[in-house]
């Protein structure tokens, strides 16, 4: 059973910073592509960015792109999703997921795992 384990959520004002860490179980995690998605209430869940296996490959939806970076450390199975200069409507619950596979992608429905969810407020 693959575990997703997510930290770093919580409460931040505009324009201030956090870093969210999601530890996969898998020792194979180096060949596999991340993501991270989110959801507000009342809104369906959302790309955000994903890496590829080694981490070579990213991409980012607009509405982060300049502010968000994920990263990868496959020594210690974690990815990281470093958030700069945060908005009230970055405020979500935001999830890892992982693939079985090596191809980045934008679909949740290409994600085989899920994490449980870390809540991000970002207050005006």
């Known amino acids: 059973q693959v575990q997703l384990v997510e930290s770093g959520g919580g409460l931040v004002q505009a324009g201030g910073s956090l870093r969210l860490s999601c530890a996969d179980s898998r020792r194979t995690f180096s060949r596999f592509a991340m993501g991270w998605f989110r959801q507000a209430p009342g809104k369906e869940r959302e790309f955000v960015a994903t890496?590829?296996?080694?981490?070579?490959?990213?991409a980012y939806a607009d509405s982060v792109k300049g502010r968000f970076t994920i990263s990868r450390d496959n020594a210690k199975n974690t990815v990281y999703l470093q958030m700069n200069s945060l908005k009230p409507e970055d405020t979500a619950v935001y999830y890892c997921?992982?693939?079985?596979?090596?191809?980045?992608?934008?679909?949740?429905?290409?994600?085989?795992?899920w994490g449980q969810g870390t809540q991000v407020t970002v207050s005006s």
């Open positions: 997921a992982a693939k079985r596979t090596n191809g980045i992608s934008y679909q949740a429905s290409s994600y085989d795992y």
């Open positions: 890496i590829s296996g080694s981490g070579g490959t990213t």
